[in-house]
Each structure stands twice: as structure tokens, then as C-alpha cells.
Nanobody, 126 residues
């Protein structure tokens, strides 16, 4: 059974940092493409960072480029999103996700991903 445990969210002031973690179990995490998505109230869910397992190539949405870093520890079955210089516009529910269909490029579209965490809230405000 596929399972995800997300942690590290919460409230932070603008300019602050948070580190999201997503611990996976029940599948071969090391063979998956991975991604982080977010959804703000009233908006579509969007891919913010994804990693292609075959090549190691990484995609960042323009809105987070230079501020967020995606990584994973295959031995620990954990996906991370380091978020720096947070802005109010980063406020959203954040979701980790994986896909079995491996690609050379870091696909980061919602429809490409099969398995999802339940989401964790990040709120950036003064």
C-alpha cells in the first residue's frame, strides 16, 4: 500500500524558511520520478518542482526558481523541499507526488502524477 507522511509545514513570516519532508512507503521510491505541487485557495494545482529519476534533471516553476530546492534521500525514502525567502504568494497547500512512468525530462504536470500525499499547509504572513 502506497503511503506518504508529510511534515514541516506551518506558519512563517515573509523572508523565512521552511523544509517540507515527505516520507514514502509501500513502493519502490528510488525508481520513481518525484515532484512537489501546491494549490492556493481558488487556484489550480500547479507543479513547482519536479525531478526526473533517469537523468537527475530538475524543473522549477519560475515563481520559486532560486528560492526553493528539491532533493531526496533514497535510502530514507524521503522527498524534501527546502523553501527559502518565502513570500505571502507562497501560501498554499503543498503536495508531494510520484509517478511510475519515468521520463528523461522532469515532467511537472498534475495529470502526469499518479500517487499523492494528502497535502500540508504553508502560510506566509506577517
Amino acid at each position: 500500500q502506497l503511503q506518504f507522511v508529510e511534515s514541516g509545514g506551518g506558519s512563517v513570516q515573509p523572508g523565512g524558511s521552511l523544509r517540507l519532508s515527505c516520507v514514502a512507503s509501500g513502493f519502490s521510491f528510488s525508481d520513481m520520478d518525484i515532484g512537489w505541487f501546491r494549490q492556493a485557495p481558488g487556484k489550480e494545482r500547479e507543479g513547482i518542482s519536479c525531478l526526473a529519476n533517469l537523468t537527475g534533471r530538475i524543473y522549477y516553476h519560475d515563481s520559486v526558481k532560486g528560492r526553493f530546492i528539491i532533493s531526496r534521500d533514497k535510502a530514507k525514502m524521503t522527498l524534501y523541499l527546502q523553501m527559502n525567502s518565502l513570500e505571502p504568494e507562497d501560501t498554499a497547500a503543498y503536495f508531494c507526488a510520484v509517478r511510475r512512468q519515468l521520463a528523461f525530462e522532469p515532467l511537472c504536470t498534475v495529470d502526469d502524477y499518479e500517487y499523492w500525499g494528502r497535502g500540508i499547509q504553508v502560510t506566509v504572513s506577517s
